[in-house]
Every structure is written in C-alpha cells, then in structure tokens.
C-alpha cells in the first residue's frame, strides 16, 4: 500500500496475491495498515468539483479522459482492496484474507491494461488531475469491517456493475473494440468482488447475529454519503449476490 509508483504497485500487489496462494505468507497482522496509500507525483488530486470538463464524448480529449477516470478507479480499488485484507484480516479469518489479495490482483490488472490502452491513445496514467475523493469510503470505514463491506464492494463497486454495460456499448459503438474487450473483462471481474463483499458481509452478520439486509441498509445510510440511485443492473448484481429487494428499498 505504501508503494508510490503505479508500476511497482502493481507488481507489488499481484506478488503479494501469489504469495499468499502459495501459502508462503503468514496469518500474522502486527503491522499497523497506512491511513493514506502511497501515491504517485501524478495526477494531481483535486476534489470533485474543481475536476476540468471531460469534454466531448466522441472527441479524442473525452476518451482519453474516459480512460484516465477509469484507470484512477482502479489504482485505487488496488489499495482498497490491499487495505480490506491487511486491516480486517485478523478479525475475519483466512478466506477473508485470500479473496482480497486476489481481488487487489486483479485490480493491479484492471489497471495495467487501462494504462496500457490510454498508451495507445498517446496518454498515460498521471498525464491528467483525478478525483480525490475515492479513499473517502475507506477513510470514514477504517473502524469497521462491516461498514466497509457495506460501502465499498456492496456499493461502489455494486454501482460499477450498473454504469459499465453502457460504456462499454458506447466504446464498442465507436470502434474501440480493444477497450471494448477490457471492459467486459473488468466487468466480469467485478461481479465476483461484489459477490465476495456481500459473502463475507453476510457471515458478519450472522456472527453478530443480527439480518443482513437490516445491518446493511443501517450501515449504508451512516456511512455513504450519495445516494443509490437507478437504473440498477439488476442481472449482474444478482449473479453478484444482491438482491434486488436488499437495495431498490435503500434507492
Ligand atoms: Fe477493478
Ligand atoms: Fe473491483
């Protein structure tokens, strides 16, 4: 998490994931997690609303700057991630440890491809400002495993499953078949890290005791400060786990 530069945390993540499968990592948590990731020089960090115009659509500048917002989303889901299983693992169990490595694997992926592909657009990762704001969720979740269940897999990645089909039509639509195809890829990747938030979030709730869909929806109008708003993917987030009943009541 401490690692600054974008191509050393991606291998950095996708070594320690391979560790960790090959069992020649501990069970042992007796290193604090980092209140903040390391981060490169660049892009600069600005807060929402002083983030520039993308742009239109359909021109060069829009689609680099497509690329650019999706590429930060996944830099940051690597630390996301890295910091579910280092923080929360010796509370929850080595399950719970092992599906997040892998998922900070493949956010490392996710990654690299989407810097690769702004390359071939004649940009790269850093080369724009980026949102600030997504280390929020986790920041404001640090004391929680719950909570951060609640936000990060079961609601900011929920809502990635439901505004992603529609970008992906729109890059296929403009014959950028290449961006099409990690699209569909990090999609499908998506499902499953929704789908190992909201398992584990369920077996935290059955060890407290308490429903499900109760403690979630408690812990999403504490803890999120958007709203969740339609239209849902209704058939991607139930592949994932969700049903519509736990979330259209939450929107
Ligand atoms: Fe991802
Ligand atoms: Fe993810």
Redesign the pocket.
């Known amino acids: 998490m401490l690692e600054c530069d974008p191509h050393k945390k991606v291998m950095a993540a996708r070594r320690v994931a391979r560790d960790w499968r090959l069992g020649r990592l501990a069970y042992d948590f007796d290193v604090m997690m980092p209140d903040q990731p390391g981060r490169p020089e660049a892009p600069e960090l600005l807060p929402p609303n002083r983030m520039p115009k993308r742009g239109k659509a359909g021109s060069e500048r829009g689609r680099i700057a497509l690329w650019h917002a999706l590429a930060h ?2 830099f940051v ?1 690597i630390d996301l991630a890295l910091d579910m299983a280092g923080r929360f693992g010796a509370g929850m169990n080595a399950a719970f440890v092992g599906d997040f490595l892998s998922v900070a694997a ?2 490392a992926m ?1 990654f690299a491809l989407l810097d690769r592909h702004l390359r071939t657009l004649g940009s790269h990762y850093g080369a724009l400002p980026a949102h600030a704001g997504l280390w929020t969720a986790a920041h404001d979740t640090r004391h929680d495993v719950a909570a951060r269940l609640a936000v990060v897999p079961m609601v900011l ?1 929920a809502r ?1 499953l439901d505004v992603t089909p529609t970008t992906l039509e729109r890059v296929r639509a403009a014959g950028d078949e290449s961006g099409a195809l990690i699209l569909e890829r ?1 999609l499908d ?2 499902i499953r ?1 929704v789908r190992i938030g909201a398992t584990h979030f369920a077996d935290v709730a059955k060890r407290l005791d308490v429903v499900t869909e109760t403690l979630w929806k408690t812990l999403v109008s504490r803890y999120f400060r958007g709203t969740l708003k339609p239209p849902f993917n209704d058939s991607a987030r139930l592949a994932a786990g969700l049903s519509r009943e736990l979330y259209a009541g939450v929107a």
């Open positions: 989303i996944e889901a493949d956010e996710h990645e990635g990090i990747d998506e890290h």
